[in-house]
């Protein structure tokens, strides 16, 4: 069984409820009839009712009848969002003619719907870039406690089974933030370790916090930001194991680890790769994706007290698909 299988069952027995905030977007909904059909998920979508009864019989899906479907617009329960969103954000002054306007959003609405407990997790980007998915997701879900950073992650599959946990591993921050400081880039090294374990299925994350210097080979800015990273990651969780600075030979190749770092018990069998910032992250996960064929599952959006999922406005349906089914997973495993 693959790893998406696998996710995809967990999702099933899970049961959690995901909203889609793009309920008249075709992807989106076509994976919506698929997830139904399958009993993946519960699905709310957002968007008009009779707009989504005509788009589905347009496409011939049939299960579509199965999801809560909610018009932002002409929403009964309108006002009941505005006031909470308005409690949410009374200390920036929010008043309730801007929630009234705001919670006619399917983005702002969703986020709603998870604070009242009513959706465990969230999924959107097909139609809407990251920055508008994640501004409410900040605003009323906000981030876990103990963390302010929201990451992105990619589980790599790679036809080399020797890296990594058997040819698989977890890229960060490849989708989120520019430039995190050392104090973010320690978070999201540890909530990196906690995707290996709770999406990927990772016995023991290993967890090399990247650099162009291990142990001191270089000496920069950049280097002693990674050095504080690390710092910070282990008084964060010191049950993670992780180190740093490492290069990225040094971190997976035991050959070299024993070369440049031989006192390090990450060097050369790390899993989990954190990169210092977004562009080398980005950069990295899409070349070794082309260069080396391997898999990219995600982004997986890490830090959220509830999972929000930003899809990319290329996905395809098995996109989305795949991406509920990882949101409903990750909702599972934060309620362990």
């Known amino acids: 069984m693959t790893l998406l299988e696998q996710i995809r069952a967990k999702a099933r027995y899970a049961n959690k409820c995901i909203v889609l905030a793009e309920g008249t977007e075709e992807r989106t909904l076509k994976a919506a009839d698929f997830i139904l059909g ?8 957002l968007g008009n009712v009779d707009e989504i009864h ?3 019989e347009k496409w011939a899906l049939h299960n579509i009848d199965k999801a809560r479907i909610i018009d932002p617009v002409n929403n009964e329960k309108k006002e009941f969002y505005a006031e909470m969103l308005c409690e949410i954000r009374k200390k920036k002054g929010m008043q309730m003619d801007e929630a009234m306007r705001l919670v006619q ?5 969703a986020c709603l719907l ?3 407990g009513e959706a465990d997790g969230e999924v959107a980007g097909a139609r809407n870039a990251t920055g508008d998915v994640l501004r409410p997701a900040f605003q009323i879900v906000k981030t876990q406690p103990g963390i302010s950073v929201v990451s992105g992650a990619y589980i790599m599959i790679l036809k080399d089974k020797h890296y990594g946990e058997n040819g698989m591993m977890v890229f960060a921050d490849c989708a989120a933030t520019p430039c995190p ?3 973010e880039l320690g978070q999201i090294a540890v909530v990196s370790a906690q995707t290996a374990k709770n999406i990927g299925g990772f016995e023991e994350p290993r967890v090399a916090i990247l650099s162009f210097s291990t142990k001191g080979s270089a000496k920069h800015e950049l280097v002693d930001k990674v050095i504080e990273a690390t ?3 282990h008084e964060l969780d ?3 194991r992780l180190d740093g600075e490492l290069q990225a030979d040094a971190a997976i190749v035991p050959k070299v680890a024993v070369t440049k770092a031989p006192q390090s018990d990450i060097a050369g069998k790390a899993n989990v790769l954190v990169f210092p910032d977004l562009q080398s992250g980005n950069i990295c996960y899409k070349l070794v994706q082309r260069l080396a064929g391997a898999e ?3 982004p997986i959006m890490q830090g959220m007290a509830a999972p929000i999922n930003d899809l990319s406005r290329g996905c395809s349906v098995e996109d989305v698909i795949n991406v509920v089914c990882i949101t409903a997973f990750q909702a599972a495993a934060a309620k362990k």
């Not at 399958?38 to 979508?45: A, H, Q």
Request: glycine share 6%.
């Open 38 to 45: 399958e009993g993946l998920s519960r699905i709310i979508l």
């Open 238 to 240: 010191p049950n993670v």
């Open 105 to 109: 959003d399917p983005l702002y609405l």
């Open 296 to 298: 990219a599952i995600g």
């Open 181 to 183: 400081s050392a104090a």
């Open 231 to 233: 710092k910070i990651a």
């Open 54 to 56: 005509q788009l589905a």
């Open 114 to 116: 998870i604070k009242n």
